[in-house]
């Protein structure tokens, strides 16, 4: 084993010693800078119970950090939000078209088959956008 050794000149074994702590170094800062999927943080509060973070509501259909406009989403829209099938996004379209447009994302519980549960589920993703029209402007 030695042998092998003493064929490496100096230099190019402080380049493979280099190299190696440059390979562990970064193995280390990637394990070490994103905390692994599925881990959950718990605090424990003054009463000595333990409090969870709230749980992350998932909507799978939806790009991270995409809104839609309940007044302009088409149904194929509205069905890639939770909660919301074929029938609720057709109901809201319907609602839509019978009253006019969503004045604020809490109208939305006025459809049929949507309630509290539906709206805090939904609400991270829509927003509403009232046309100019409407608002009185130009």
Known sequence: MKAIFK?????????????????????????????????????????GRTVSAPEQ?????????EVLDLNTASQADLTRLPGIGEKKAAAILAWREEHGPFQVVEDVMSVDGIGEKILADIRPYVTVVIPAA???GT
Request: net charge negative.
């Open 57 to 65: 509501r998932s909507a799978p259909g939806m790009l991270e950090g």
């Open 7 to 47: 064929k490496i000149s100096p230099l190019e074994g402080t380049v493979l010693i280099l190299t190696l702590l440059f390979v562990l170094g970064t193995l280390l800062w990637f394990r070490v800078s994103r905390p692994a999927e599925g881990l959950t943080f718990v605090e424990t509060g003054e009463t």
């Open 134 to 136: 409407e608002e009185g």
